[in-house]
């Protein structure tokens, strides 16, 4: 059973930057597309970021492209998100995924791909 540990979250204002961490119990070198999704208030799980096995490929949704970055250390077992350049409508519940389908190109934003989650952390942006 794989768990992943996610970092705190907090508040920040508009504009501002947060990153998010997430560290798995076992090797993610054994794991392929490792992912970061988010649940805003009233609606569903929607994926945000995804990276390949060794992080040479990304995808992001269209929504965060160019102010979130996505990236892996699997000597340190961890998968990371940098979040630059906050607006409202970024706040929702953050997850981190991991997955041990697909291949060593796969980078997935699709929740139904992904085995483990993490247990959620809250980051909120204010006016």
């Known amino acids: 059973q794989v768990e992943l540990a996610q970092s705190w979250g907090g508040s920040v204002q508009t504009g501002g930057s947060m990153r998010l961490t997430c560290t798995s119990s076992t090797s993610t070198a054994l794991m392929t597309s490792m992912g970061w999704f988010r649940r805003p208030p009233r609606k569903g799980r929607q994926g945000v970021a995804a990276i390949s096995a060794t992080g040479d490929f990304t995808r992001y949704a269209d929504s965060v492209k160019g102010r979130f970055t996505i990236s892996r250390d699997n000597a340190k077992n961890s998968v990371y998100q940098q979040m630059d350049d906050l607006k409202p409508e970024d706040t929702a519940m953050y997850f981190c995924?991991?997955?041990?389908?697909?291949?060593?190109?796969?980078?997935?934003?699709?929740?139904?791909?992904?085995?483990?989650w993490g247990r959620g952390t809250q980051v909120t942006v204010s006016l």
């Open positions: 995924a991991a997955s041990v389908n697909g291949g060593r190109y796969s980078r997935s934003l699709d929740r139904y791909d992904y085995n483990s």
